[in-house]
Nanobody, 130 residues
Framework: QVELVESGGGLVQPGGSLRLSCVLS????????IGWFRQAPGKEREGVSW????????KYADSVKGRFTISRDNAKNTVYLQMNSLEPEDTAVYYC???????????????????????WGQGTQVTVSS
């Protein structure tokens, strides 16, 4: 089990940008696939982006393609989510989650599904409003 801590959320105007960080401790980031998720009030948690542990593969929800970018800095045990052209509909609590590569390699599930992950951070609030 690893610990994940998100940061970087805040209040931003529509069209603005934020960069979220997710620091993993208690393990080596190289060994983990990382997903970013979000949950708005009254809505289910949804997958936003995923970065594989092995080959640089990434995946994005259709709603954020072309606006969000996930990246990994394995030396810092940190994963980032760069969010540009933010919209009010992006308002939510954002979470990062991790799954060990042993499980990732054997999975045929959708990496943007919350059920694929075992370890979660506490979340960081992102509010997009004028």
């Amino acid at each position: 089990q690893v610990e994940l801590v998100e940061s970087g959320g805040g209040l931003v105007q529509p069209g603005g940008s934020l960069r979220l960080s997710c620091v993993l401790s208690g393990g080596i980031l190289n060994y983990y696939a990382i997903g970013w998720f979000r949950q708005a009030p009254g809505k289910e948690r949804e997958g936003v982006s995923w970065a594989s542990s092995r080959d640089g593969s990434t995946k994005y929800a259709d709603s954020v393609k072309g606006r969000f970018t996930i990246s990994r800095d394995n030396a810092k045990n940190t994963v980032y989510l760069q969010m540009n052209s933010l919209e009010p509909e992006d308002t939510a609590v954002y979470y990062c989650a991790a799954v060990h590569r042993i499980i990732e390699y054997g999975s045929t599930g959708d990496p943007l599904s919350p059920s694929e992950y075992f370890d979660w951070g506490q979340g960081t609030q992102v509010t997009v409003s004028s």
